[in-house]
């Protein structure tokens, strides 16, 4: 089935996954069963997949033609903070949409049965929060032959139209 197919006739579960992993969320490094979540959905389409024993980030992959890899990342960690009187681990930053559209990108494409011109990566990163989940998951080879790297980040001061996304480097840039 075509990818874009796949979405429009998959709404309904894509939409329940993203509720699904906004009630589970949990803080940096302690992503348990948020990962268990995308594990459970990647593993039934068949995808490929790296766990860790020290971190529950996750790397799938598409296996392509070439060697070469195009990576497509998201973040599973929540904050911690206040909600209606109560601190508990909350997505206020938008974690749980990030891990659905990486989830569900990964779940079209396989659908699909297309063998990509490179390998497609899908990386599910814990602790976005502290700043650290990046490196521990560079350290565990989640770039390697990695020549295009894209990652997703939820902005409602920039909010574009469904099924359109905006590039941004704003938030990967060093502090000038
Ligand atoms: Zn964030």
């Known amino acids: 089935m075509d990818p874009i197919q796949y979405i429009d006739q998959h709404q309904e579960s894509l939409i329940k996954s993203y509720h699904d992993l906004h009630s589970l969320a949990e803080p940096s490094w302690q992503e348990e069963r948020t990962s268990c979540y995308i594990l459970k959905c990647l ?51 938008g974690h749980d949409a990030h891990s659905t559209m990486v989830l569900y990108t990964a779940l079209a494409i396989a659908s699909s049965g297309i063998r990509p011109k490179h390998t497609l990566r899908f990386i599910f990163q814990p602790a976005e929060e502290k700043g650290e989940g990046a490196l521990q998951m560079i350290n565990d080879g989640a770039l390697e032959n990695v020549t295009y790297l894209f990652g ?23 502090k000038q």
């Open 152 to 174: 997703v980040h939820v902005r409602p001061s920039t909010e574009v139209p469904y099924m359109k996304a905006s590039p941004s480097l704003s938030m990967a840039q060093p």
């Open 43 to 93: 593993r039934e389409a068949g995808i490929s997949l790296k766990t860790f024993q020290s971190h529950y980030g996750i790397i799938a992959e598409i296996p392509g033609i070439s060697k070469k890899v195009v990576a497509l990342r998201a973040d599973m960690d929540a904050l911690v903070q206040e909600v209606d009187g109560v601190v508990k681990p909350n997505h206020s930053c």
